[in-house]
C-alpha cells in the first residue's frame, strides 16, 4: 500500500514562503511523475504542479513563477517551494503520481493571510 505524507505547511502573511515536502512509502514502480494539487473551502481540487521522470516541470498559470517543483528520487519525496504566496493560495495541499491514485494522504493546509 503507497502512503503520501504531506508536511510543512502553516500559515504565513502575503509575501512569504513555504517549503513543502511529500514522503512517499510502499510499493513504488513505474512512476511517470509526480504532481502537487490543492483544494480550497468550496472548490474542487486542482492541479498545481507537477514534475516527470525526466526532469519536466509544469505549473498552472496562477503560481507560475512563484512555486518550484522538485524532488529526490533516492528519498522517494517531492518538494514545492512555494514563494511571493497570496491569500489566494490558501487551501490544503497533497501530493500524488501522475497520473493520480485513487487514494490521496492527509494533504497539509497553507493559509495565506494577514
Known amino acids: 500500500q503507497v502512503q503520501f505524507v504531506e508536511s510543512g505547511g502553516g500559515l504565513v502573511q502575503p509575501g512569504g514562503s513555504l517549503r513543502l515536502s511529500c514522503a512517499v512509502s510502499g510499493n513504488i514502480f513505474s512512476i511517470y511523475g509526480w504532481g502537487w494539487f490543492r483544494q480550497a473551502p468550496g472548490k474542487q481540487r486542482e492541479s498545481v504542479a507537477s514534475?516527470?521522470?525526466?526532469?519536466?516541470?509544469n505549473y498552472v498559470d496562477s503560481v507560475k513563477g512563484r512555486f518550484t517543483i522538485s524532488r529526490d528520487a533516492a528519498k522517494n519525496t517531492v518538494y514545492l517551494q512555494m514563494d511571493s504566496l497570496k491569500p489566494e493560495d490558501t487551501a490544503v495541499y497533497y501530493c500524488n503520481f501522475l497520473p493520480p491514485r485513487s487514494y490521496w494522504g492527509q494533504g497539509t493546509q497553507v493559509t495565506v493571510s494577514s
Open positions: 514534475i516527470i521522470k525526466d526532469g519536466t516541470t
